[in-house]
Structure formats: C-alpha cells, structure tokens
C-alpha cells in the first residue's frame, strides 16, 4: 500500500510539472453564454457582489473622452464615448449606452480625428464574472480579458454567430435587428444579446473594448462580479471547472474529480452605478 501512495505521489508530480510547463499563457479558462432574445441584463441572483453600469447617470457627458470616467468603487474607464440611445444600442430603449467607434469619436482640440478603436476597463478589485448587453454586433468587434497584464481571454462575435447561426430559423431571427421601442425591427442584419463571461480557473482586473474596423462596437448594462453560483444561459465556450493546474494534481494525485470544488460566497445586495 505504501508503495502505491508513493508512485501515485511520484506519478502526479510528472503530471503537475508537464501541465506547469506545457500551459499555453492564454490558457482556455473562461465559459461564455447567451442569454435568450431580448434579454438586457444579467441574471443577478445568480452572482457575487455584482455591480452595474448603465451610462445613465448625468453626470456622464455624450460625446469621447480621452481620459474617460471612474466606475465608483469599481475602476476606471479610459478613451470613452457614450452615446444616446439609437437603433444601435441603449438598453431598454432609454438613456445611453457605450460605444467604440473612429468615425463618431469626432476630433481634438487641434481638429486631429481622435480615431478611437480601443477603450479599456481598468478594475479596482479582481473580477470572476463580466456581461454585457451587446448590441448592434458584428465582425468588426473584439473583447479581450487581462490579468496583471496578460491576455487571458479573447472573444469576437464571430464567436458569438457561430451560436446563433446553428439555431432553428426561428430562433435564429429573434436574436436579429433592435428588439426595443422605438426602435424595434431597426437593423435587422445585427444581433442584440446580453452576453456572459465566466472565468473558471481565475479573475481579471482590465477588459479592453476593440472595434479594429469602420463599424461601431455597442454595448450597454456592463456588469461585474466578483463570484458566481453556476454557470447559466445558453453555453458558447465551455470550460470545466477546476480545470487549473491545481485540479489536474488533485486528479493525478488521489483519482477523484470531486477533490477538487469551488466554493463561492453568498449573493450580496447588487449595486448599480
């Protein structure tokens, strides 16, 4: 007996090392999910200390800033436009909403095109979850996750169509055009969809926004969390729990997946700003 204890030791000791050292950087560790048609917003019962952003709030100028705004007790949002509510974004229908876009972040003072392609989330604390009402999406956009500095995520919504495109028909076409009034019907060649991003193995604390085309990148209800219970909507990338490093010496070690589990803390009061 004892000598199995030690060549099962010895055994994931090759196992952790391999998956320490062959573990590309930018590790799969994130699930995303759709929500239904027409759904804006994230589900909030099923997350940790989340906090909302809306664009709403007065003291948020339409228009592009260089150096952008605070999200308080949350981060700070650098090379910003808000724009008001069109056939392309404001959820619900109402207010503002975000956008990166060359062609509506107008000129500087100097009459030089400001030509915003990237704007870039900066978080106070580390993040496990962020969602988004994306709207008016097309090939042209691209969300990318960081973790003191490093890429951990990449998505596009070519990633996003794929899901949609495999639908019935029926489906399919609901997820097409503006769904809010006044606006409803409006852009029927784009998807509307509230989009979720779960990191598994890990957290973030910077999202950049990138739009590396002429079109736009839209978007609004941005939402973060520190935790979340489970994984919902309907999955787009699915990445297992504890698929870290530390759950594959967990498996090689003892011969259990369920050795390894995630605890998450109680849902707190969802704050929005």
């Known amino acids: 007996m004892k000598s199995l204890l030690i060549k099962s030791a010895i055994a994931s000791g090759v196992v952790l090392s391999l998956a320490t050292f062959t573990r590309p950087v930018m590790a799969a560790s994130f699930s995303i999910s759709i929500e239904d048609p027409t759904v804006q917003t994230a589900n909030y019962s099923n997350l940790v200390n989340a906090r909302v952003q809306n664009f709403d709030a007065s003291t ?3 228009g592009y800033s260089a150096t952008g705004f605070q999200w308080t007790d949350v981060g700070s949002y650098t090379n910003t ?7 392309y974004g404001g959820a619900g229908g109402t207010g503002k909403y975000f956008d990166v876009d060359t062609k509506r972040s107008g000129k500087d ?3 030089r095109a400001n030509n915003q392609t990237v704007s870039t989330l900066n978080l106070t604390t580390a993040q496990k979850y962020f969602g988004l009402w994306w709207s008016a999406g097309d090939a042209n956009n691209v969300l ?3 973790s003191k500095g490093n890429l951990v995520e990449r998505i596009t919504t070519t990633d996003v169509l794929k899901y949609i495109e495999r639908l019935s028909n029926k489906d399919k076409a609901s997820y097409y055009g503006n769904p809010n009034s006044p606006f409803q019907g ?6 509307y969809a509230f989009i979720n991003f779960y990191d598994v193995d890990g957290t ?3 999202v950049q926004f990138t739009n590396v085309g002429g079109s736009g990148f839209e978007s609004d209800n941005h ?3 520190t935790g979340y219970n489970q994984i919902t909507g309907n999955v787009v990338v699915a990445v297992p729990e504890s698929s870290s ?3 594959v010496f967990a498996i090689g070690f003892v011969g259990a997946t369920s050795v390894l589990t995630r605890r998450v803390k109680k849902k707190s009061a969802l704050q929005l700003s």
Do not use: C, H, M
């Not at 436009?81 to 056939?87: A, G, S, W």
């Open 245 to 247: 490093v530390l759950g």
């Open 81 to 87: 436009l808000i724009v008001n509510k069109d056939q």
């Open 144 to 146: 990318e996750f960081y």
């Open 109 to 111: 003072s100097t009459g």
């Open 223 to 225: 939402t973060v969390a």
């Open 204 to 206: 973030f604390d910077q």
């Open 186 to 191: 409006q852009n029927s060649r784009e998807p």
């Open 60 to 62: 948020l100028k339409t």
